[in-house]
């Protein structure tokens, strides 16, 4: 799906959203056929399984808002005890998921998230 | 029994979402994606949640049917999909590389549901690789201590997929 150098340049991306955001915990770039193409993580998560677990909930978001014709889904958010967990699309292929354990910073990630998931498409798109 | 809740389960490619698309008298929900591996070059979508449809057999039973991810890298939603399920239908490629291998895959991850609900193996593609042949299915599944019905089966042909949910049907009214 994506190449040696896309890989690389887009584990870069991610290991700046880590960096510049204290708050994210791990993020995760999966083709949306539950494939891992790129990781970051401060903490150990089973990252494999979140990229194909992600690649299933962006798949049912997809199909619920368009059985709702409710447009594209833009990204789904897991409020949980322990934090939360945003997936969203990076293009038609591929989606990104981000994770934090800080439970008041929803806008954050999916602030930050959103601009990494836009670097990557640009990147993507241009290489 | 009011309403049936069945699962398609089994093989990339073997048909589970063509056997629904087949049998549903709704529009089918399905969440099918562009294959970015090597799965792409047997087939160009594969699901990566669920299938689901819905039909009626002759008698007014009504059927609800859900199919899986083909793939081992999505078993966690098998088991999500199972819950509440009273049959299951695994389907197997006969023109696949290992489609002995293939079936024992679904039989070991399904056992304990095959064991306590029933269960039904279409066998599909047989018109492009004979073998193995049924018998060989059959020797297969008695080394596993089973007992299930299997069928070769065209999952285009709605009237050939339809046997096969009246025979689990039959199965689970005779059990239930």
């Known amino acids: 799906m994506l190449s040696n150098l896309e890989k690389v340049q887009t ?14 915990c791990a993020a995760v770039v999966t083709t949306l056929d539950g ?72 806008g954050m990630l999916l602030a930050h998230s959103r601009r990494c998931a836009a670097e990557i498409a640009k990147l993507l798109h241009n290489t | 029994m009011k309403e049936i809740k069945l699962v398609f389960t089994g093989s990339m490619g073997a048909g589970k979402t063509t056997a629904i698309s087949a049998l549903s008298e709704i529009p089918v929900i399905n969440t099918d994606v562009r294959a970015t591996d090597e799965a ?4 160009e979508r594969t699901t990566v949640a669920m299938d689901y449809g819905e039909m009626t057999l002759s008698d007014g039973q009504k059927l609800r049917l859900y199919g899986t991810p ?10 999500i999909l199972m819950e509440g399920a009273l049959g299951l239908i695994i389907l197997v490629d006969n023109a696949g590389e290992h489609p002995l291998q293939d079936l024992d895959l679904y039989l070991t991850h399904f056992r304990q549901y095959i064991d306590s609900t029933s269960a039904v193996i279409g066998v599909t593609r047989m018109d492009m690789a004979e073998q193995p042949g049924l018998d060989e299915y059959y020797d297969y599944l008695a080394q596993k201590e089973l007992q299930l019905p299997i069928f070769s089966v ?10 096969m949910l009246e025979a689990l049907v039959a199965m689970l009214e005779f059990a239930y």
């Open chain 1, 11 to 24: 584990t870069q991306l991610l290991k700046s959203l880590l960096q510049n955001t204290s708050e994210i």
């Open chain 1, 35 to 106: 494939h891992l193409c790129a990781k970051e993580q401060r903490d150990e998560y089973a990252l494999e399984r979140l990229a194909t677990m992600g690649s299933t909930l962006m798949s049912l978001g997809d199909t619920i808002t368009a059985e709702l014709k409710m447009g594209a889904c833009r990204n789904i958010i897991s409020e949980n005890e322990g934090g939360i967990v945003a997936f969203m699309h990076i293009n038609q292929d591929l989606v990104l998921v981000t994770l934090t354990q800080q439970l008041n910073a929803l």
């Open chain 2, 40 to 43: 792409a070059l047997r087939k």
């Open chain 2, 70 to 79: 083909g793939q081992e890298r999505f078993s966690y939603m098998w088991k």
């Open chain 2, 154 to 163: 065209d999952v285009r042909d709605r009237d050939n997929v339809v046997m």
